[in-house]
C-alpha cells in the first residue's frame, strides 16, 4: 500500500515537472517570436549582406548557449533573445520580399502555420512512442532536402519549389512532434532555453515552407 502510493507520489510529481517545463519552454517561445517579429520589423529595410550576417550571429548565439549553460542560465536565455532578434533581422528581407508581392501570403502562412504547430505539437506531446529514431531519419531527410535546394537553384525542375516546401513540412511535422516529446519527458528543467530554441525553429521553417506555399504562384 505504501508503495503504491508512492508510485503515485512519484507519478503526480513528474507530471508536475512536466507541466512546469511545458509552461517555460512556451513562455521562452513566445518571447524568441515576439523578438523575432521586431527584428524582422526593424531589419524590412536591410540588404541581403546584412541578413547574411546576422543569420551567422544568430546561429552563433545558439552555439554560445551550449557553452553559457554550463555556468549561467540567465546567459543562456539572453543568448536565446539574442538568437530571436538576429534571426528576425535574418528572416527580415525574406518577409518583406514576399510581403510587397501579396501581404496576405503573410497571413495565410501565419495562421497555417500555427494550426500546423498546434495539431503536430499536441500529437507529439501525447504519443507514448519513443521518437528519437525518426529524429535520426529526419536529420538525414533535412540534409537531402538542403541539397534539393541547392540543385533547384542551378537547375529548374517543374513545381520544384513547390515540392520543396511540401517535402520540408513533412520533415518538420517529424520535429515538432519529437521536440514536443522532449518536453514531456526531459527530466531537466533548465533545457527549457534549448527546447524553446528547437520548437521555434521548428515554427519559423514552417512558417517559411507555408510562405513559399501561399506566395510562390505569385512568383513568376
Keep these: 500500500m ?4 508512492t508510485y503515485r507520489r512519484m507519478g ?3 507530471r508536475g515537472q512536466a ?9 521562452y517561445v513566445a518571447a524568441t517570436a515576439a523578438l523575432f517579429a521586431l527584428g ?3 531589419g524590412r529595410d536591410l540588404n541581403g549582406v546584412v541578413g547574411i550576417i546576422a543569420f551567422i550571429a544568430a546561429f552563433a548565439c545558439l552555439i554560445g548557449m551550449r557553452f553559457a549553460a554550463r555556468s549561467s542560465q540567465q546567459l543562456t536565455i539572453g543568448l536565446l533573445a539574442a538568437f530571436g532578434l538576429l534571426i528576425g533581422l535574418a528572416v527580415a528581407p525574406t518577409i518583406a520580399y514576399y510581403g510587397s508581392m501579396d501581404p496576405t501570403a503573410l497571413w495565410q502562412a501565419g495562421g497555417a502555420t500555427a494550426l500546423f504547430i498546434a495539431g503536430f505539437g499536441a500529437a507529439g506531446y501525447a504519443t507514448r512512442r519513443d521518437l528519437a529514431p525518426l529524429a535520426r531519419v529526419l536529420f538525414w531527410a533535412l540534409v537531402a532536402l538542403i541539397v534539393f535546394g541547392i540543385v533547384l537553384i542551378f537547375v529548374n525542375i ?3 519549389a513547390l515540392v520543396y516546401s511540401v517535402l520540408g513540412l513533412v520533415i518538420f511535422a517529424g520535429f515538432t ?4 516529446q522532449r518536453i514531456r519527458t526531459s527530466t531537466d528543467i533548465n533545457s527549457a532555453p534549448f527546447l524553446a530554441a528547437s ?4 515554427i519559423l521553417n514552417v512558417f517559411l515552407f507555408f510562405l513559399q506555399i501561399f506566395a510562390g504562384g505569385r512568383d513568376n
Excluded: N
Design 2 to 5: 505504501t508503495d503504491s502510493l
Design 158 to 160: 517543374p513545381a520544384g
Design 40 to 42: 524582422a520589423w526593424l
Design 177 to 180: 512532434m519529437f521536440d514536443f
Design 19 to 27: 507541466h512546469t517545463l511545458f509552461a517555460q519552454t512556451m513562455a
Design 199 to 202: 520548437i521555434f525553429l521548428d
Design 12 to 14: 503526480t510529481a513528474a
